[in-house]
């Protein structure tokens, strides 16, 4: 075991996307990618930070006393619990009172929900007005959803479908970062999962844009057609400019708030953050 598998052994085991424990530590998510795959190191302070987080010595993480237990082999982690309110704003005071806590992600999700961090799980509070179209039926007599996440949410899908264990709706999306399925219990208690997901429609492993469109496509050097790159970032077999991951996810924002597939410029560089860094020319980049 490396000290990047040690961190992701911590982080599964109390639950947290690299997403999350990023925001808890004030660096990218793709910096918490690299400290697992082992092509980076965090500093001391993030070290020190994460022992407390975790609630370990730092010669834990540093491997000097290394942990017996091993990764979580079950794909499925507990994400969050979700606590259906119908006056939104009355609970989310109640509970800010409640837990001695403010609320998190109010700032990106407006009245829709909110989030509790307590030991390291996630409680929510999602406003049953905004239920339509995200969750299931508002008129339903369920109170709380179980959501978990898996790192590939096509191949959790296909083994739920196999096991035929209950009703599965089909793969949905909440905003474009967001994917997820819901799976009935024989309660009709809702169990929303959601995770890394990747359509099947092909797209530029640079800036994430659609080329189905062959119009679309760069060219390689040759002049053939690229079967990777949109015409805008690679043309005679090289990128069009040279960038830095960071730089492409800026200058793709104006473009999300165009179109409307996001509605601020957070939004936008959420949603880019989830897709960019795992595309082709970034994977292979040590930017």
């Known amino acids: 075991m490396t000290i990047g598998d040690q961190i992701q052994c911590l982080r599964v085991k109390h639950g947290l996307t690299q997403e999350r424990l990023a925001e808890m530590l004030e660096v990218s998510r793709q910096s918490v990618s690299k400290w697992e795959l082992g092509q980076a190191m965090p500093d001391v302070e993030k070290i020190i930070r994460m022992s407390e987080l975790f609630e370990v010595s730092t010669d834990t993480i ?3 006393n290394p942990i017996e237990e091993n990764v979580n082999e079950n794909p499925l982690h507990l994400g969050s619990v979700y606590l259906v309110v119908k006056d939104f704003e009355r609970s989310v005071a109640f509970y800010e009172s409640f837990f001695g806590i403010e609320a998190d992600g109010r700032c990106r999700s407006g009245n829709k929900f ?112 690229s079967a990777d790159y949109c015409c805008y970032c690679y043309k005679n077999g090289a ?37 960019i860094p795992n595309l082709k020319r970034w994977k292979s980049s040590e930017n």
């Not at 989030?115 to 508002?138: A, W």
């Not at 024989?186 to 890394?196: L, R, S, Y």
């Not at 960071?246 to 953050?273: T, V, W, Y």
Request: negative net charge.
């Open 114 to 225: 909110v989030n509790f961090y307590i030991d390291g799980k996630c409680i929510s509070l999602m406003n049953e007005s905004n239920l339509i179209g995200h969750c299931t039926d508002p008129d339903s007599p369920y109170k709380f959803v179980q959501n978990y996440w898996v790192e590939d949410l096509m191949l959790e899908y296909k083994r739920i479908k196999e096991l035929n264990i209950g009703n599965v709706t089909e793969i949905r999306q909440a905003n474009p970062a967001y994917y997820y399925f819901h799976l009935t219990d024989p309660d009709n208690n809702i169990i929303e999962i959601t995770g890394g997901y990747h359509m099947n429609e092909k797209i530029c492993q640079s800036c994430g844009m659609p080329i189905e469109d062959k119009k679309l496509r760069g060219t390689e050097k040759d002049g053939s057609e």
């Open 62 to 64: 540093l491997m000097k």
């Open 239 to 275: 990128f069009s400019k040279d960038e830095i991951m960071e730089e492409m996810i800026e200058s793709c924002i104006p473009f999300m708030l165009e179109d409307g597939s996001c509605k601020s410029g957070e939004d936008a560089r959420n949603a880019l953050l989830k897709v």
